[in-house]
DNA sequence: AACTGAGACAACCGCGTTGTT
DNA sequence: GAACAACGCGGTTGTCTCAGT
């Protein structure tokens, strides 16, 4: 693997950018395009790597950059492709036009994550307030349960938890649907076998729910059915740029990983 | 007014991937 | 197929701001 050398071994310009080298980039840009952003500084003018103007230009400079606060429209959107996702900003930026995957994963690391990390103690809470929870208890929190597809290993932000209780209650300023997830073990798990736990999913779920998808490229909620109730499930197809890939997976089925 | 800690966000770094020679 | 160059991504760090003391 070879690497590009380092800026600072090359004495070019680390740090904030001035609003000078903020004109002199766009202008540059708007004049010549980005063609070879290793190259885009020193014909330029600008004493800073390739690297540094690309993010400056992609992150700050770019015409088509949304600024200001996100909406709880935004917010709900990532919060469900992170829970389909992972960690894959880029993929979750490209559902979200004006924003940049830094903005997206600095939004997520500030807000979204301790809110939901909030939530889930609240559920946590209030499952152990409960008292000793009897499985018809539990059994009454079943319609609310899904599994998310985040179980799959990749997915590291929640590889420990096990299994997913939703709250549509409460995420304070939006009201949107928040996953609260808890671990299995923290409930009463001796008795407990996978068709309890987990809704039954016919085979033939994935490729139904992404032909549905087919014609309507909005966000959708699929309702998985078994004996005890009707499981919500998000979607949001068909992707684009890396999402496609995603997309292929999902509407295939071949995805181990994923399966129930 | 000075200090401090937390929150927010811009920017950097290292690595994987892709394209070219 | 190997070597190299450039790009793109995600994790992490640095810096600034502001509220609380």
């Keep these: 693997m070879v690497r590009a050398p380092c800026c600072d071994k090359m004495g070019l310009k680390k740090g904030p950018w001035t609003r000078e080298e903020d004109q002199i980039l ?10 070879n952003w290793r190259a885009l500084p020193k014909q330029a003018g600008l004493l800073r790597c390739g690297k540094s103007c690309r993010l400056r230009w992609i992150n700050y400079l770019r015409p088509d ?15 469900k492709l992170h829970d389909m996702l992972g960690s894959r900003w880029s993929a979750i930026a490209a559902k979200l036009p004006g924003r940049t995957d830094n903005e997206i994963k600095n939004v997520w690391h500030t807000h979204l994550k301790k809110r939901l990390q909030k ?41 420990e938890a096990t299994s997913f209780i939703t709250s549509s209650s409460t995420s304070s300023d939006c009201g949107q649907s928040v996953k609260v997830d808890i671990k299995r073990e923290d409930i009463d798990s001796s008795s407990l ?41 998000y979607h949001q197809y068909p992707f684009d740029d890396g999402m496609d890939f995603w997309y292929d997976v999902f509407r295939s089925g071949d995805f181990p990983e994923l399966t129930f």
Excluded: C
């Design 65 to 79: 950059i949304k600024r200001g606060n996100f909406t709880a429209e935004e917010e709900e959107t990532i919060i």
């Design 119 to 159: 939530t889930n103690d609240q559920a946590h809470q209030a499952i152990l307030n409960s008292g000793s929870k009897t499985r018809g208890s539990i059994n009454n929190n079943k319609a609310s349960i899904k599994r998310s597809v985040s179980n799959s290993s990749t997915l590291t932000s929640q590889s």
């Design 193 to 233: 076998d996978e068709s309890y736990w987990l809704p039954q999913i016919d085979e033939s779920f994935w490729t139904e729910a992404a032909m549905e998808d087919d014609n309507n490229s909005s966000s959708t909620i699929n309702n998985i059915q078994n004996n005890d109730g009707i499981f919500p499930v």
């Design 26 to 35: 766009v202008s540059y840009i708007n004049k010549h395009g980005h063609g």
